[in-house]
DNA sequence: CCGCTGATAATCT
DNA sequence: GATTATCAGCGGA
């Protein structure tokens, strides 16, 4: 990707990494659909200002934000935003390399099913913690530019309490692979 | 198709 | 001690 994509402002950047496609060990796809946070949002992890866990949304842009919730799932976020302690949490992709790899990872076939939300996005991709603070245009991440515009769609965020109705998600319209459609217009 | 529930542990108060 | 940017499985319509 182009350095100066992350220096934009965080939802921008959200927009923008839709159809963009994102491999881990070469196991990946073309990135759906995706949430963005911010140090101003009280849904952001970085909200309450900068602790162990989320040191790496203050970090340089373009790496890796992982941390793990519910005690049991892994999220990945993009690093970046023009604002400090922003990042975009990328929710689901369409899977297209190392198919064989995500249903061993998912123990399941059906490609819709492998990458259709954050928690099975990492799994898929064999993200962890031991990811974090990575970059992610550089091996064993890579993170590369859309070959078309893609059709946007937007909504309200999934799956917080506070910030709830901010229209921060984004999404490739009509995508089979997203954790939920969207509301029709 | 939809909604509900349990699992499970780091993080923060 | 409460909360949590989730998921799979289950039961019902």
Not at 28 to 52: K, L, W
Not at 70 to 85: M, R
Not at 92 to 103: F, I, K, S, V, Y
């Amino acid at each position: 990707m182009p350095p100066d994509i992350y220096a934009q402002p965080v939802l921008n950047l959200a927009r923008a990494l839709i159809g963009c496609t994102l491999l881990h060990d070469g196991v990946g796809g073309v990135i759906v659909e995706t949430e963005a946070y911010h140090a101003g949002d009280p849904a952001s992890h970085s909200f309450a200002g900068e602790t162990t866990r989320n040191g790496k949304m203050w970090g340089p842009p373009g790496r890796a934000y992982v941390y793990r919730i519910y005690g049991i799932h892994w999220c990945l976020n993009v690093v970046g935003g023009a604002e400090a302690g922003a990042a975009v949490l990328l929710r689901a992709l369409e899977p297209t390399q190392g198919l064989d790899r995500m249903r061993e990872r998912r123990g399941v076939t059906d490609p819709r099913r492998l990458c259709s939300g954050p928690g099975k996005l990492a799994q898929a991709l064999g993200v962890s913690g031991a990811q974090d603070g990575l970059p992610l245009d550089l091996p064993p991440f890579a993170l590369l530019p859309r070959a078309a515009a893609a059709m946007l769609a937007t909504g309200k965020r999934i799956g917080i309490t506070k910030g709830a109705d901010e229209p921060w998600r984004f999404g490739l319209a009509g995508s089979p692979f997203l954790s939920r459609r969207f509301p029709d217009p």
